[in-house]
């Protein structure tokens, strides 16, 4: 898995172990770690949505692992890079680290591989993501959109 190199991983089993059954889901585990965002809302407004601070050996590999992608050419690095340019570098590895330690919980708890699908599948899915968000708002204003020829020369 990127980001996760043999070392990491055994200090991540050594933190976690290797049974995932305390935690019933992978949210649950993120929570845990820290790594997901505390949202505090009263009366309706939300107060805060930071991620609660955490002295947790495991989620700082997982901020490490995060880090080391952000030059790598998978998905993982391409979404943590995408995540960069929008909230920063500490919102990135923070983000990053939770997609990490989802995929860690799943591998597990369920028994799965990982499969690295690589940077031109994640930025293909992430286009037709963007192109289809605009269809759907083209069509609820009235309008309707037509992909441009690409002309030859």
Sequence with gaps: MPGIESNTAVKLISEVGADMKPWKTAKHFTSWLGLCPENKISGGKQLSSRTKPSANQAAKSFRLAAFGLSRSKTALGGFYR???????????????ARKIAVIFYNMLSKGTEYVEKGLEYYEKEYKERVVN???????????DMVPIEKLSS
């Design 82 to 96: 995408r995540v960069q340019s929008r909230h920063g570098s500490a919102k990135a590895i923070t983000a990053t």
């Design 133 to 143: 968000s605009i269809a759907r708002k083209a069509a609820s204003l009235g309008y």
